[in-house]
């Protein structure tokens, strides 16, 4: 899949995502920091967080896809040419190889709308 089909996919998912509220939801941060401990296995956030088996995720939210210092990144994130807001985290959250095909993130994904919201609020607050 190239790029420009990429992002015509991220831009009909994010348009469905708008559509149903799921990119404009309210979250809980509190909520989604109970969330955060499936993640936890993988990522890391805080003033102590390294990289681990994914990159640290403080200050995601606003961050290009595919750079965080010091962690190895699938050619497929780091061409992906994304940017983590929240709409597009919520969606990569939903199914991360629907997003970006070939990304080394190996997970099914979160299908209740509210727990990403939650999940992204929580993440909004790490920096």
Known sequence: MNRKTVHVKILQALMVLSVSGVACADGNASAGEKLFTQCSACHAVGPEAQNSVGPVLNGVVGRPAGKYPGYRYSSAMRRSGLVWDEATLIQYLHGPDKVVP??????????????????????????
């Open 102 to 127: 070939g990304t080394k993130m190996a997970f099914a994904g979160i299908t209740s709308d509210q727990e990403l919201a939650d999940l992204v609020a929580y993440l909004k607050q790490q920096h």
